[in-house]
């Protein structure tokens, strides 16, 4: 990122970066997110978590497309495919890994129980399925007609589909923790039986660990989806959008942390490992009935010659058929919630 590029030839009309890119910076990302895809495929049928680990790979593909464009701008900064590819790149892969983001929430859900959630889940998943695609439509259609129209008019309604698109994305993000705020204060508040079957899952560790990765990763997708929109408002020739050294850490490297922290601790080796070791069938919630013994029934005396039937009427009665011992009643066993597993 040393000189400026050279608008000698007048073909400088419609330049997006006044810098040569660092060949060395981008190529690093580049590679970082190329490596990648493999692993998350390889984690995805290893633990059977192909529509996650397909929506992420798609999103570390699109990085690698973008880190490309960079790459080849580092030879020619004023050419607009070049920095087309970039863009797009850039801006469409964190939406496809916000995505797999969402599919996450369901399954935490799922362990501590439904009576817990704070919507129905068919229309959690219609609502974040819709914000990813209209984002995702936003993002790609604003991109193209910012960079390629050269009427300015077309060019700024590209900018504001762009930000449109941008913008869903960062919502999509809110509603989500919004949602996990009201998820980890039902499981303070209500008063429901958890599972004893998934015991095994919000009582460990990796468990916890995972949760906490999972907040971590969407506020570093929060942070970036924030620094593009200002970037993208403030328009491309803009200082903040000149700056390599803020795209790159705010950019790069928050979408670069945000995908490890998810393959480390994948949704389906967390889940996998910990339900493995629990019971397959749930606990009977029918309380325990008293056990009724049968009436005993006394011997004849009336034909015995002591019997005298007026002590028979007079003495009280010792025995009771219909009093019977009762056998203590055993509490449903329920399960208490850790509430150091939230979020």
């Known amino acids: 990122m040393a000189s400026s590029p050279d608008c000698a030839s007048g073909s400088c009309s419609r330049v997006f970066l006044t810098y040569k890119p660092s060949l060395a ?7 970082l997110f190329a490596v990648l895809i493999p692993f998350t495929l390889a984690l995805g049928i290893k633990y059977k978590n192909s529509i996650f680990a397909t929506a992420v790979a798609t999103g570390l593909a699109l990085e690698v497309v973008g880190y ?14 070049d920095f087309v590819l970039f863009l797009i790149g850039t801006i469409l892969g964190p939406t496809l890994i916000c995505g797999a983001v969402f599919l996450i929430m369901p399954k935490v859900v799922a362990v501590y129980g439904e009576e817990y959630r704070s919507w129905r889940p068919a229309w959690y998943s219609f609502l974040f399925y819709a914000l990813t695609a209209l984002s995702l439509v936003l993002e790609l259609a604003g991109g193209l007609v910012s960079t390629i129209r050269d009427d300015p008019r077309q060019t700024g309604a590209g900018v504001h589909v762009l930000v449109a698109g941008l913008a869903i994305q960062l919502i999509a993000l809110l509603i989500f923790v919004g949602h996990a705020i009201l998820f980890a204060i039902a ?3 209500r008063h429901h039986t958890i599972d004893i079957r998934f015991a095994g899952i919000y ?18 997708l929060i942070l970036r989806t924030a620094y593009r929109i200002v970037v993208i408002a403030e328009g491309y020739g803009s200082s903040i959008a000149q700056s390599e050294i803020l795209l790159l850490i705010l950019d790069g490297l928050m979408v ?26 749930k606990p009977s919630k029918t309380p325990l009935r008293p056990i009724r013994p049968a009436p005993y029934e006394l011997p004849s005396t009336r034909n015995s ?3 005298n039937p007026m002590s ?9 058929p219909r009093k019977f011992h009762q056998v ?15 979020w």
């Open 187 to 189: 499981v303070h508040t």
């Open 328 to 342: 203590p009643q055993t509490p449903p066993q329920r399960a208490m919630v850790d509430s150091e597993a939230l």
């Open 256 to 281: 670069l942390l945000a995908t490890l922290l998810l393959l480390v601790f994948f949704p389906g080796r967390i889940l996998r490992d910990s339900s493995s070791q629990t019971p397959t069938q």
């Open 25 to 31: 910076g981008n190529v690093v990302f580049l590679a």
């Open 68 to 81: 490309v464009g960079r790459v080849l701008l580092n030879n020619n900064p004023i050419d607009s495919s």
């Open 305 to 307: 010659p002591t019997f």
């Open 312 to 320: 028979a009427k007079s003495s009280p009665a010792n025995y009771s």
């Open 203 to 220: 009582n460990s560790g990796s468990f916890k660990a995972f949760l906490f990765a999972l907040s971590l990763t969407t506020l570093l």
